[in-house]
């Protein structure tokens, strides 16, 4: 029996042994379990940490294109911090800026010169443990950062000042009155000034819808008369004292906008250049970040041109050349837009290849007129080859154009293979038109000589010993003329601008680029906006259009 005893008795022990092991593995495996878990947490805080900065970091920089100031970019940042936040309780947040009013600007590593908006949140945070806990280790601190930037802008606002920009002047009132004090009331149609109005019995020649001009080359109204009467000089005392000098209209709505679009720009970082067009182009004011003048500019200095003043006179209709009669150079616009983006205050040192160039163009018909040419006296119209001239002898409703018929048709001055199957090498019907398109590709088109990204552009630009300057380009075609002009395919203006906007948005003129129907503007009915084009029935849209055009410019997250 004894014996018996001593038999079993190793195999107690191994059992008590087997036990021990047991609950040492289970201990282990808690310890793996309860790490596992530690070690989970801590990613997924982290994860956590990071998109919140990430999310801050927008938010604080979108506020730049308010013009929002450090206390209310960084309480933005620290909302969207706080939304996308998880379950983690920051220990603190830090939100840096390269705005003077920061209370540590300037910021080491943050503001390079010339300054750029930069936004930079900072965050840290403490994970409470679970299993660590037992061993003595509470929690571990974690922090994460990120840098996003507000893009700099260069913005050239190209703004048409031909003289259809007061034909919503009082002229065409109710009830009727006599504006020039000359006997005929509401004449803005009696553009010779015999008191005839477009399809009268005395109008014989249909000449009311043919000459631009009346006698001593200017229209026959108050709004449009003489240089000393002009609606921008206000002789009659009309202006309400709403501040902007005249009564030019849907011109004064023009500078409304503009200047409200000039006011969300920010002085230390952002830069605007003014660009106006007629018969002629003029750069009114240069790329500086000096908004207010740029302002001051835009409401004291802009008006509508009064008649031109040409090396060739408008001698139309008793002349068929019509050259000296048009004044909407639309490629005069895009040409000045991209001189301006190359003449900043302080030269060529001064050009900002790290900023978004930004051109907006604003005109109310199509293109009729073009540049001088090498040398010449300007204002001429060069690009006014016979083909585009109207009929001879005149025939009513048939304007001066200086285009063809056909909007879609294209013409080059280079004689190069074409990608666009509608372009051709054509220098002897080269129009403003096409000069107005090729002046767009200028501006938009990239500088990469790498295909795909210079095939159409080759039709147009000189690859690889010239580029584009790769900008963004919004269009606002306003009022019924973009729409309606009198002369080829009605809506001629805004096939125009609806080529430079799309080739504005992504640097191509191919429409299908980089796939088919690509173009926001194909499908799109007449009148309606699409893509980077805007339409406006008249001068009452445009400041509701021009926040929106704001709206596109983007923040990009760069680190």
């Not at 740029?294 to 050349?321: E, G, K, W």
Request: glycine fraction near 8%; charged fraction near 20%.
């Amino acid at each position: 029996m004894n014996e018996t005893k001593r038999n079993q008795n190793p195999a107690s022990r191994e059992r008590g042994q087997i036990l021990v092991f047991l609950a040492l593995a289970f201990v282990g495996l808690l310890a793996f379990v309860g790490l596992a878990m530690d070690i989970g947490i801590l990613f997924i805080n982290m994860g956590h940490l990071r998109r919140a900065v990430d999310a801050a970091t927008l938010a604080g920089a979108a506020q730049f294109r308010e013009g929002r100031t450090y206390a209310e970019i960084r309480d933005s940042a620290v909302d969207f911090f706080e939304f996308n936040q998880g379950p983690i309780l920051p220990a603190n947040i830090l939100v840096e800026t390269c705005l003077p009013t920061d209370p540590l600007f300037p910021n080491p590593g943050l503001c390079p010169s010339p300054p750029r908006k930069f936004v930079r949140v900072t965050a840290d945070a403490n994970v409470p443990f679970t299993f660590l806990q037992l061993i003595g280790w509470g929690s571990i601190g974690i922090s994460a950062d990120a840098v996003s930037e507000a893009a700099s802008l260069d913005v050239v606002l190209v703004l048409d000042t031909s003289n259809s920009m007061a034909f919503d002047a009082s002229c065409n009132d109710s009830p009727a009155d006599d504006d020039d004090g000359d006997g005929w009331l509401n004449e803005c149609g009696d553009f010779d000034g015999d008191g005839c109005l477009p399809g009268d019995p005395c109008d014989t020649l249909g000449t009311e819808a043919q000459d631009d001009w009346g006698p001593n080359g200017v229209e026959d109204d108050y709004y449009r008369k003489e240089v000393d009467t002009r609606c921008d000089l206000d002789s009659l005392g009309l202006d309400p004292g709403d501040g902007i000098p005249g009564e030019c209209h849907p011109f004064e709505e023009v500078k409304v906008a503009a200047m409200s679009f000039i006011d969300n720009l920010n002085d230390t970082f952002d830069r605007v250049a003014i660009v106006t067009f007629a018969q002629g182009t003029t750069l009114d004011y240069q790329l500086s970040t000096d908004l207010a003048t740029a302002r001051t500019t835009v409401r004291d200095t802009l008006s509508v041109s009064p008649a031109p003043s040409r090396p060739v006179p408008c001698n139309y209709p008793t002349d068929p050349d019509p050259s000296g009669c048009t004044n909407t150079s639309i490629g005069g616009g895009m040409q000045g837009a991209a001189a301006a983006f190359s003449q900043p205050v302080g030269g060529v040192a001064a050009i900002r290849e790290e900023s978004l160039w930004v051109a907006i163009l604003l005109t109310d018909g199509a293109a009729n007129a073009s540049v001088p040419p090498t040398g010449g006296p300007p204002p001429l119209n060069v690009h006014c080859p016979p083909s585009t001239w109207p009929p001879w002898p005149p025939i009513p409703n048939q304007p001066p154009a200086c285009r063809d018929s056909d909007a879609t048709t294209r013409h080059s001055l280079l004689n190069t293979v074409k990608f666009n199957p509608d372009n051709n090498y054509d220098t002897a019907n080269y129009d403003t038109d096409d000069f107005a398109r090729d002046m767009a590709d200028l501006v938009a088109c990239p500088t990469s000589t790498d295909p795909p990204f210079d095939n159409w552009c080759r039709d147009s630009l000189a690859y690889p010993t010239e580029g584009g300057q790769n900008a963004l380009i919004f269009t606002i075609g306003l009022g019924d003329l973009v729409l309606n002009t009198a002369y080829g395919d009605p809506d001629a203006g805004e096939q125009l601008l609806r080529y430079i906007a799309g080739v504005g948005a992504d640097g191509f003129p191919n429409p299908n680029f980089p796939t088919a129907g690509s173009d926001d503007c194909l499908a799109a009915a007449s009148g309606t906006s699409c893509g980077n084009y805007f339409f406006s029935p008249s001068g009452a849209q445009l400041i509701q259009i021009f926040e929106e055009i704001a709206s596109r410019i983007f923040t990009r997250i760069t680190q």
